[in-house]
Structures are given as structure tokens and as C-alpha cells.
């Protein structure tokens, strides 16, 4: 999983045998958030841990916020808000968030935008069962991709995909 979220990249050890290790550590040691404010913490607190885990060659600790809150979403999935620099750029164009935001204020943006597409989010998501035999879904059971996609992470991933494409596009559009 950190290499298809391509966070691997942050993790700089001399042994890489156990690059993974002290992550694994850190997540059994996390217990799962129950408010916005305790998961955009338990992010903040696991990305400072995991800067002081794996520093750059500098002996700067990096802020390894994305990293942090897609290892934190592995194991915990609803309610960590994944942290994306498009996500973010998105959520600001908006109008939702100042370039001084933190990751709480960001949270508060990307929960209220989110619910303000969740009816959409989620009927978007019922079409896939009809659907699923152009997806890597074809060989699920109806009910079983119904109940996959009628779940609040689900829907969140499809909206963080939705939101990090549209930036994405945007960014390329303005020839960032």
C-alpha cells in the first residue's frame, strides 16, 4: 500500500529490511480516533513521529503529513482525512482554507465540502454494481460490492479521487 500511494519515498533508512518496521510499531501503538479533532491529532502527532523516525540526510525532521494520514487511513480507514497536496489546493480554491491553515482547519474544509457532495458521492457509487463488469469489481457479488460501496470510506476515497483529479487538471491547466 505505501508503494501505491508512492509514500515509500519518505521513508529513508539505512536498512531497508526494516524500512517498514518502526511504521508497523507506530500504527499498533495508535488507537483509532473517534472525532475529527482526535483523528486530525493522532495525524499531526503520527506525522511528527514518523519525521523523527526517518530523518533526511540534513538530520532535519521532515513533516510527513500525507504519509501519515495514508498509513493512519490503512488501519483505521473512517474518519482519517487523507492529506493531498491537490486535495488541499482544491479545498482552497474553494474557499474553504487560508495558505496559514492547518491540517484541523483542512479537515474542517474537506468534511464540509464533502458533505455537501455526499448525495452525489452516493449515488455516483450505487451506479458501479450495474456497472461492475468494467471494473476490477466484475467477479463480487452484487451485494457484496453494494455494501463496499455504500460505506463512508468508500465514498470519501471516491470524493478525494474526484477532488485530487480536478485539482490536478487545474494545476496542469494553469501550466503549474
Known amino acids: 500500500m505505501a508503494v501505491i500511494y508512492n509514500i515509500n519515498r519518505n521513508l529513508t533508512t539505512k536498512e531497508e529490511t526494516y524500512r517498514f518496521e518502526t511504521v508497523r510499531v507506530l500504527l499498533r501503538q495508535a488507537t483509532k480516533p473517534i472525532t475529527d479533532q482526535e483523528m486530525a491529532d493522532l495525524v499531526v502527532t503520527f506525522s511528527s513521529q514518523l519525521g523523527e523516525a526517518y530523518p533526511r540526510k540534513s538530520g532535519l525532521n521532515p513533516k510527513l503529513l500525507s504519509a ?48 455537501g457532495y455526499k448525495e452525489d458521492i452516493a449515488a455516483a457509487c450505487a451506479e458501479i454494481v450495474p456497472f461492475k463488469h468494467f471494473t476490477l469489481a466484475a467477479d463480487m457479488v452484487d451485494d457484496e460490492l453494494r455494501q463496499l460501496v455504500q460505506q463512508a470510506w468508500f465514498q470519501e476515497r471516491v470524493f478525494d479521487h474526484a477532488i485530487v483529479d480536478t485539482a490536478a487538471k487545474l494545476e496542469e491547466d494553469k501550466g503549474l
Open 68 to 115: 501519515a494520514s495514508k498509513f493512519l487511513w490503512m488501519r483505521f480507514r473512517s474518519p482519517v482525512v487523507l492529506y493531498d497536496r491537490y486535495a488541499w489546493q482544491w479545498i482552497k480554491e474553494i474557499g474553504k482554507l487560508r495558505d496559514t491553515s492547518s491540517y484541523t482547519e483542512y479537515v474542517r474544509g474537506w468534511r464540509k465540502s464533502f458533505c
